[in-house]
C-alpha cells in the first residue's frame, strides 16, 4: 500500500494524495473510532479481568446509542443494536430490531441504551464518556469474584460509583 501511496503522489501530486486519500481516511478512522468507543464504554458498564469474563458478561458490557438518521439509514442501525450483534452476529440488520426487542426481556435490568436521544445524544455521551470513562479499576471492598468486576473511575470525580447504580 506504501509503494501506491508513493506513486500517486509522485505521479499526481502530495496535495492530491491528501485531498482524495488523507482527508478521506482520517474521517472514515475517526467515525469507526468514536462509534467502536461509545458501544463499548459508558460510566454504568462493567469490565471483567479474565478470571471473571465469559462470553455472556462481555456481550452484555455494551450499549445501543441512537445516531439519528445516520445510524438508522446509513448504518443499517448497527450502533442503535449492538448489544444483538454481540451476542448474535449472525442477524441481518433488517431483523435486528425485531431481534433486539425480544433480546431485551431476556437481558432485563443488564441491557443497556442511550436509544431516542438522535444524533445530539451521541455527541453528548461522547463528551460525557470521555469525561467519566478514563480508566478501570475494583469497587473497593469487593470480595470474591467481585473482585474481577471492574468500573470506570476519573479523575475529576464525574460519574455514579457502581454501588448507587440503579438497576
Not at 482520517?26 to 471473571?52: F, R
Not at 455521551?125 to 470474591?144: D, F, I, M, Y
Request: charged residues 15%; glycine residues 10%; contains cysteine.
Amino acid at each position: 500500500m506504501g509503494c501506491a501511496l508513493y506513486y500517486v503522489g509522485s505521479n499526481f501530486g502530495w496535495a492530491n494524495l491528501g485531498v482524495w486519500y488523507g482527508i478521506p481516511y482520517l474521517w472514515v478512522n475517526h467515525w469507526l473510532v468514536a462509534i467502536t468507543y461509545l458501544q463499548h464504554t459508558d460510566p454504568s458498564l462493567p469490565h471483567y479481568t479474565p478470571e471473571v469474563w465469559n462470553f455472556t458478561r462481555g456481550a452484555a458490557a455494551t450499549i445501543d446509542r441512537d445516531f439519528g438518521f445516520v445510524g438508522r439509514h446509513i448504518f443499517h442501525g448497527i450502533i442503535e443494536t449492538h448489544v444483538l450483534h454481540h451476542y448474535v452476529s449472525t442477524i441481518p440488520f433488517y431483523n435486528a430490531d425485531e431481534a433486539s426487542e425480544a433480546i431485551k426481556k431476556v437481558m432485563g435490568s443488564h441491557y443497556r441504551s442511550e436509544a431516542h436521544t438522535g444524533w445530539t445524544g451521541f455527541f453528548k455521551a461522547l463528551w460525557r464518556s470521555s469525561r467519566a470513562c478514563q480508566w478501570v479499576e475494583p469497587t473497593a471492598g469487593a470480595k470474591g469474584e467481585s473482585e474481577g468486576v471492574l468500573f470506570f473511575r476519573n479523575t475529576n470525580g464525574i460519574g455514579v460509583p457502581p454501588a448507587k447504580i440503579s438497576q
